[in-house]
């Protein structure tokens, strides 16, 4: 029993001393983000998706002003970073001309990597603030919402708000302004590669088009985020 009790102890001993080391090698932080994103391809504010007696208007999406909040890690030597991101737009949404108001735009990024260069910032001799130019590229998630933009001709026909739920690869580039090992301001641009994989009504959550084809909803986006 004491050989048992001996074991384990040591056991503790040597997972908080890994626990230890692995923090000292990642600094986690939160970056509070502001974006302007954009939409192109399937959205043209002219087509609609049409079957099963449904039908999903395609509204042209203006540009809008978002924002979001990342909470990730980045390497001792601010080598690279990795995060989880939600963020949250809002366009205006328009089909033929007819206004349907807002449109609400979700994203959950499930995984951010940045890497940044020069590497060795932080053992420069030079005053702050030190300049770094960075990468980023990640896995993407969200659904698009909007107002008015569901028709049926079920249960003597009614009109909902539509959802497009949406699967996306982004890219991007910047500079991050770092006045301290962790707090900065980083000003980038990218370009996002998405895909409208899905369409439900959004109201009642009963209504799925079953889609053959997976449709282009990507587009440029720029972001200012505050370490």
Same mark, same amino acid.
């Given at each position: 029993?004491?050989?048992?009790?001996?074991?384990?102890?040591?056991?503790?001993?040597?997972?908080?001393?890994?626990?230890?080391?692995?923090?000292?090698?990642?600094?986690?932080?939160?970056?509070?983000?502001?974006?302007?994103?954009?939409?192109?391809?399937?959205?043209?504010?002219?087509?609609?998706?049409?079957?099963?007696?449904?039908?999903?208007?395609?509204?042209?999406?203006?540009?809008?002003?978002?924002?979001?909040?990342?909470?990730?890690?980045?390497?001792?030597?601010?080598?690279?970073?990795? +995060?989880?991101?939600?963020? #949250?737009?809002? &366009?205006?949404? *328009?089909?033929?001309?007819?206004?349907? !108001?807002? @449109?609400? $735009? /979700?994203?959950?990024?499930?995984?951010?990597?940045?890497?940044?260069?020069?590497?060795?910032?932080?053992?420069?001799?030079?005053?702050?603030?030190?300049?770094?130019?960075?990468?980023?590229?990640?896995?993407?998630? +969200?659904?698009?919402?909007? #107002?008015?933009? &569901?028709?049926? *001709?079920?249960?003597?026909?009614?009109? !909902?708000? @539509?959802? $497009? /739920?949406?699967?996306?690869?982004?890219?991007?580039?910047?500079?991050?302004?770092?006045?301290?090992?962790?707090?900065?301001?980083?000003?980038?641009?990218?370009?996002?590669?998405?895909?409208?994989?899905?369409?439900?009504?959004?109201?009642?959550?009963?209504?799925? &088009?079953?889609?053959?084809?997976?449709?282009?909803?990507? !587009?440029?986006?720029?972001?200012?985020?505050?370490?």
């Amino acid at each position: 029993m004491k050989r048992l009790i001996f074991v384990f102890m040591l056991s503790v001993i040597e997972i908080l001393k890994l626990q230890q080391g692995l923090y000292a090698q990642i600094r986690p932080y939160i970056q509070i983000d502001g974006s302007y994103t954009s939409i192109y391809g399937t959205f043209d504010g002219e087509s609609s998706l049409v079957g099963g007696k449904m039908e999903f208007l395609l509204p042209e999406l203006s540009s809008g002003l978002g924002w979001g909040l990342t909470a990730g890690c980045y390497s001792s030597d601010k080598r690279w970073s990795v +995060g989880f991101k939600y963020a #949250r737009s809002t &366009f205006d949404a *328009s089909h033929l001309d007819e206004s349907l !108001g807002k @449109a609400n $735009y /979700n994203l959950i990024e499930l995984f951010e990597l940045t890497w940044f260069f020069p590497e060795e910032w932080q053992n420069s001799s030079r005053e702050r603030p030190v300049i770094q130019f960075y990468i980023t590229s990640g896995l993407e998630m +969200g659904w698009i919402t909007v #107002r008015d933009a &569901f028709y049926t *001709s079920f249960n003597s026909g009614r009109q !909902g708000d @539509a959802r $497009y /739920n949406w699967a996306g690869f982004p890219v991007g580039t910047g500079i991050s302004i770092n006045f301290a090992e962790i707090s900065s301001i980083k000003i980038g641009m990218g370009y996002r590669l998405a895909y409208v994989m899905s369409a439900s009504e959004y109201s009642f959550d009963s209504a799925e &088009f079953n889609m053959e084809d997976t449709l282009g909803a990507g !587009g440029l986006f720029f972001d200012i985020g505050i370490v």
